[in-house]
């Protein structure tokens, strides 16, 4: 794949979201990182009971931010010891999932769980959301 293919993929992927197989999400939220919604999700649908991934790499180091759409034609899946995105059974490119930090156990002074409050994204932004609340959402404006 070219650099052009790679994020010609990525944007797909953004756009039309992910389809991952149970076995795509084996590790997520011990072994690797899951997402963790600070003030709003990206998700194509609300998953409470579901662990995803927050991101992933393709084989060229492009990180893509993992979106669920069970109603995407894009598959990630298990290829042997090895993650992939799949279209219509075809395998597209690798799928790396990023390890989880060790600090996302860990909790503050007032119990609140360190991984709400201080993200990874992709593999080397560092985000901070100390007050996830949203004063929007009391007078139902909150965002479409």
């Not at 393709?58 to 069970?70: K, S």
């Amino acid at each position: 794949m070219t650099a052009m293919d790679h994020l010609r993929l990525k944007a797909e992927l953004l756009v039309e979201g992910i389809n991952p197989t149970a076995d795509a999400l084996q590790g997520v939220g011990t072994e690797y990182k899951e997402q963790n919604h600070g003030l709003f999700g990206w998700d194509f649908v609300d998953h409470p009971d579901l662990s995803l991934p927050d991101d992933f790499v393709l084989a060229d180091g492009t990180v893509v931010q993992f979106r669920y759409n069970p109603s995407s034609p894009y598959i990630m899946e298990r290829r042997g010891d090895r993650r992939v995105i799949a279209r219509a059974g075809e395998v597209l490119d690798t799928a790396a999932l990023i390890p989880r930090p060790r600090y996302y156990d860990a909790a503050s002074t007032s119990g609140a769980l360190m991984r709400q409050i201080a993200q990874i994204g992709g593999e080397d932004c560092f985000f901070v959301c100390y007050q996830n609340y949203c004063l929007h959402f009391a007078r139902r404006e909150e965002c479409a």
